[in-house]
């Protein structure tokens, strides 16, 4: 009953002073508020950055070969060896070519669009989906057809969703559509969808290559993605004895090396915002000891009529928790609200889809620091008011 006593006491000197006590606030509502803001961003840029990698292929390991002169190099033959004989770490291959070539729909130039010499076995190890019509076949590659297929982008944009049969313009020659992808991004300019694939012989073809350089392989797990770069590593040093002619990358390692990078940027930032959850317990301190001075006399009353030392320390105590804890709370709110303003912004100024995403763990911890703030830097006005000589608070004006 006496620390709900102590409670009431507290707000009451609170409402008191409710333009002091906002001030006073101040510090600890920015520091909850840009810290659930400050980790809100950094969960939102580390979902973005897992569905990007996610659409390229976490499960893919992509291999890119410089070669040691015309002496020593590795043929599309070689490589799918090496996914032959480790059924348990491979689950496909596919050479991939990057077109560039004059790329024509009618009088449309396509100068955006992405298009890529691949295997059969790509759209499984990408993980998409045909919405119509058939993908990359091996006799494709066998007799280098001059076949494409078609993100959904291309299908709408140009061919009102009717692209099967049409025919797409390379350096001038056609190249009949077979099939076409279902859709895999939101956005409205393309992006993921914007994507023409052709059979990777016919693409080594029209650039004029003789030895494939780049190879994306798909891992049947992601937990084998070592003892998989082991197997690559062991044939390519095998054909070139230097690992300087080649460069294994695997996408789940570049995912986990990002995100660590964002949660550091995430953790350095967080402690600057912390910073004014300090400046904010200072503020508070200042203003107690203020408090303690305009009431003296008051504890000097309460005091002769038989107020004990920790009544005093109490009474204080509680009054600093629960100004910051009240700062805490409407710093939650502000946080909440920002994060969504915030969200809304970055998706029209940036026109991705990335949210501002605040967790439950900075919201409490924040909430907690602020609280243990207020009663740490409260202490101090606290214990003076505690030992104040009884007779000299009562002679105090």
Do not use: H
């Not at 390692?253 to 004014?276: D, F, K, R």
């Not at 907690?368 to 740490?376: D, F, K, M, T, W």
């Amino acid at each position: 009953m006496r620390i709900t006593r102590t409670f009431k006491l507290a707000i009451k000197s609170i409402l008191a002073s409710k333009a002091r006590s906002f001030l006073t606030m101040l510090g600890i509502i920015i520091g909850v508020a840009a810290v659930i803001i400050i980790v809100g961003l950094g969960n939102g840029m580390e979902r973005y950055m897992t569905d990007s990698f996610k659409s390229l292929g976490t499960n893919l390991i992509n291999v890119t070969i410089r070669g040691r002169g015309s002496a020593r190099s590795i043929s599309d033959e070689q490589m799918y060896q090496i996914e032959y004989n480790n059924p348990t770490l491979f689950d496909g291959l596919s050479p991939t070519i990057n077109i560039s070539a004059t790329m024509k729909i009618g009088t449309d130039t396509l100068d955006e669009t992405t298009a890529t010499g691949v295997s059969e076995d790509y759209l499984n190890m990408k993980g998409d989906k045909l919405s119509s019509g058939r993908f990359i076949v091996y006799a494709d590659n066998l007799t280098r057809s001059k076949v494409c297929v078609v993100g959904s982008y291309i299908a709408q944009q140009y061919f009102s969703g009717n692209a099967l049969g049409q025919t797409i313009k390379f350096n001038g020659d056609f190249y009949e559509i077979v099939g076409v992808i279902d859709q895999i991004a939101d956005s409205e300019s393309g992006g993921s969808d914007d994507v023409i694939y052709l059979p990777y012989t016919t693409a080594a073809k029209m650039m004029g290559i003789g030895n494939i350089t780049s190879y994306s392989f798909a891992m049947v797990s992601e937990d084998y993605v070592t003892e998989a770069k082991d197997a690559i590593n062991t044939v390519l040093y095998g054909v070139f004895s230097s690992t300087d002619a080649y460069r294994i990358n695997s996408m789940s390692e570049m995912l986990s090396t990002m995100t660590s990078m964002i949660n550091i940027v995430v953790m350095v930032l967080s402690i600057i915002a912390g910073i004014s959850l300090v400046v904010g317990g200072i503020g508070i301190m200042n203003i107690m000891l203020v408090s303690v001075s305009e009431r003296t006399r008051e504890i000097g009353i309460r005091k002769a009529l038989g107020a004990k030392r920790r009544n005093i320390l109490l009474q204080f105590i509680i009054e600093a928790g629960t100004t910051s804890a009240i700062g805490g709370i409407i710093g939650i709110i502000v946080g909440y609200l920002l994060s969504s303003v915030a969200t809304v912004v970055l998706r029209v100024v940036l026109s991705e889809n990335l949210t501002v995403a605040p967790a439950m763990w900075a919201v409490i911890m924040a909430f907690c620091v602020s609280a243990g703030i207020g009663i740490l830097f409260g202490f101090l006005p606290a214990r003076k008011a505690a030992y104040l000589n009884p007779i000299d608070a009562l002679r105090y004006e």
